[in-house]
């Protein structure tokens, strides 16, 4: 069964800073993967969406990558700002419909 | 924009109860799910549904059921809730081809007293 990991579980910046959170997956043979942020008590707000054949997408300051033979992706945010304070999951896709989440890093941008 | 509406943010029901979750969709979107949400155990997917009338079981199916009338509407069922269903429930939805993006809606707060 496919396991995703998201390390760190928690993560604190100063406004401004460029920042990477990782995730990795243990069944290669994806799909896609895909980011979401949550917001404290609310739904899952899709970021970015990469195919198995992709190696990163773009959405404004956000750039996911995917290196499918290793098992990881990255999502970078370039020049965090408080409103990005939220928490991250990413989540892949082995069959192309059923996704398996990470448990997600918390992050915090100080102001 | 997809929009995935659940019929509640908040519930709170007594143990025993009988409880329905309502999720509906407005993108023609042949799938859909349930997924409950707990500190450190991430998301775990309950049921999905791949056309109407149509269910399987996901990883945790026990103590719920599903129901698929009508293609815009998943609704997850509780049929004597326990407190340890006590849970943030997401539903979610996307096309049936394969690879597409998913949208979820913005989760129900369940408290089983």
């Known amino acids: 069964k496919q396991e995703v990991t998201q390390i760190p579980a928690a993560l604190s910046v100063p406004e401004g800073e460029n920042l990477v959170l990782n995730c990795s997956f243990t069944?290669?043979?994806?799909?896609?993967l895909q980011w979401f942020r949550q917001d404290p008590g609310k739904g899952l707000t899709s970021l970015l969406l990469?195919?198995?054949?992709?190696r990163e997408q773009t959405s404004g300051r956000l750039n996911a990558s995917l290196d499918k033979s290793s098992g990881r992706s990255t999502l970078y945010i370039a020049a965090s700002q408080p409103g990005d304070s939220a928490t991250y999951l990413c989540?892949?896709?082995?069959?192309?419909?059923?996704?398996?989440f990470g448990t997600g890093t918390s992050l915090t941008v100080i102001p | 924009d997809v929009k995935v509406t659940q019929s509640s943010r908040y519930l709170v029901k007594r143990t025993g109860e009988k409880v329905f979750l309502e999720c509906v969709q407005d993108?023609?979107?042949?799938?859909m799910f349930w997924y409950r949400q707990d500190p450190g155990l991430g998301l775990r997917l309950i049921y999905f549904?791949?056309?109407?009338?149509?269910?399987e079981k996901g990883d945790i199916p026990e103590g719920y059921s599903v129901s698929r009338e009508k293609k815009e509407r998943f609704s997850l069922i509780l049929e004597s809730a326990s407190t340890n269903q006590t849970s943030m429930y997401l539903c979610?939805?996307?096309?049936?081809?394969?690879?597409?993006?998913?949208?979820f809606g913005q989760g129900t707060r369940l408290t089983v007293v």
């Open positions: 069944d290669s043979a994806i799909y896609n």
């Open positions: 989540a892949v896709s082995n069959t192309g419909n059923q996704f398996y």
């Open positions: 549904s791949y056309d109407v009338k149509m269910k």
């Open positions: 993108m023609d979107h042949e799938n």
């Open positions: 990469i195919q198995s054949s992709q």
């Open positions: 979610a939805s996307k096309t049936g081809a394969v690879g597409t993006e998913a949208f």
